[in-house]
């Protein structure tokens, strides 16, 4: 079977992970209406490797998370998925976003491949989770790895291996995790916040972050927590999960998928990061051949992956 992944290509690994009421971000009371407008549905690109299951994983993480006060129970998720294809399992496994007091949205800000073999695929969603619970508006970003199986039907979602994680109850970051935490160039989820905090990410990569960031602007996908544990169909420990690779969706507020043209500016960028020693660079291009750093294939069209390997 052919399998093409995140850091080369990548596997499950991940046990679900409960998400927790703490947010980082806490609005004031705005209004005392019990509805969120509802967010637009994701909708895949031309050309896109996985269109179907990038469509139906964001349509499942909407359908659950998205309702009327008094409507977030398991029961009614399981209604509001109807005609979609998973597993019952996943609707248990969403509980956490499930608050029965309180009016919900989730917004889809991108989809990005963790993982693609001819029959299974990680689809780690980047996810706007909002409440309103009298009155009060809170919002929180994560990263969540969502995984389907190809059957003689089509796509079916299977698992959500990881939820995007919790914050740590005593946050502290390294110097160089505050300044990324801090800089207004670089967008991260919660997620990776939290990784950040936590002290499970390596200096060596946030510093390629803020180097980066000082002539762009970058869309973070994941850092460790969303991501697959190994890398995909295989049993090699990912970068990511040892906090030594980032994944990029979007540089200069563009996605990756929509720089891939002849001419790219994002093409200096990955030269770039080749001449300042990566060990892994997914993009999508393989600029140095087989067995360098640099290489491509289907599920590095989406983003941009840099990480370097441990002693």
């Keep these: 079977m052919l399998a093409v992944a995140c850091t080369n290509p990548e596997e499950a690994g991940d046990p679900p992970a409960a998400l927790s009421d703490s947010t980082t971000t806490t609005q004031a009371p705005t209004t005392t209406a019990t509805t969120l407008p509802p967010p637009p549905a994701w909708e895949a690109s031309a050309g896109d490797p996985a269109p179907e299951a990038k469509e139906l994983a964001t349509g499942v993480l909407q359908a659950i998370g998205t309702y009327r006060e008094g409507e977030g129970t398991v029961v009614l998720a399981g209604e509001r998925v109807t005609g979609l294809s998973l597993a019952p399992a996943v609707v248990d496994a969403a509980g956490p976003f499930l608050i029965p007091d309180a009016a919900s949205t989730v917004e889809i800000v991108y989809p990005q491949l963790g993982g693609l073999t001819s029959t299974r695929a990680s689809i780690m969603t980047v996810i706007r989770h909002r409440t309103l619970i009298s009155g009060e508006q809170r919002s929180v970003t994560r990263t969540v790895d969502v995984r389907l199986e190809l059957g003689p039907d089509g796509w079916s979602v299977t698992e959500l291996a990881s939820l995007g994680g919790d914050p740590p109850s005593t946050p502290t970051p390294t110097p160089t995790g505050q300044q990324v935490i801090d800089n207004d160039r670089i967008e991260l989820p919660d997620s990776a916040v939290w990784d950040i905090g936590a002290g499970g990410v390596d200096d060596v990569i946030l510093q390629r972050l803020l180097d980066l960031a ?89 983003h941009l992956h840099l990480a370097y390997d441990g002693p």
Excluded: K, M, Y
């Design 214 to 302: 000082v002539d762009h602007t970058l869309s973070v996908t994941v850092l460790a927590t969303g991501h697959p544990r190994n890398v995909f169909d295989s049993d090699n420990l990912s970068n990511h999960t040892a906090g030594r690779a980032v994944d990029i969706w979007a540089v200069d507020g563009v996605p990756v998928f929509d720089q891939r043209g002849e001419g790219s500016p994002l093409l200096e960028l990955v030269r770039g990061e080749l001449a300042a020693g990566v060990t892994e660079l997914g993009s999508p291009w393989d600029l140095d051949g087989a067995g360098g750093p640099s290489f491509t294939n289907a599920v590095h069209q989406d």
